[in-house]
């Protein structure tokens, strides 16, 4: 008995923005929120499984997150301000887990396999730009945030009987 499940995820999103106005004031700001949030679960949960070749039970996830994220702000006049921000979050907190529980498994081969893996990239780049051409001011500010925190887990729970 072979039981793959891989879950295959890739978000990439580009946003720039520029705004060029001849006024007093120019702001802009760009917030780009990126979460990958999967259950990938592999298990057998009861029963038996004999198998004359190997018992594997698998549990993968492949998380891809690319941002990047760009504001500009320009103000040309007498008197003017410009303010650019960019901000980035990006998130992956799947949960990848493979388990068999209260089951009997018996493999001829001597091979019984339960796994699971995360193999998750961020990528992030954040950029602001301000320009005033004025009496006044300019100011930008720009933060790129990457959480990776997958839980991953492989085990033989309770009632599990292993035999190989």
Known sequence: MKNNLIALLTIS??????SAV???KQDEFIDNVQTINNN???HILGGSASAV???VLAAAEIGTIN???GSGAVSAGLIGGSIGISLATNTI???IRTYAQSASLTSSQNNIS???TSTDSV???AVATSVAAAIGGAGDGATATANVSPTVEAYAGSGATLNA
């Not at 999103?13 to 520029?18: H, Q």
């Open 53 to 55: 070749g190997n018992i």
């Open 67 to 69: 941002a990047e994220v």
């Open 13 to 18: 999103l580009i946003f720039f923005n520029v």
């Open 22 to 24: 001849n006024a007093k």
């Open 40 to 42: 990938v679960e592999t």
């Open 93 to 95: 907190s799947s949960t």
């Open 114 to 116: 339960l796994t699971a």
């Open 123 to 125: 990528t992030t780049l």
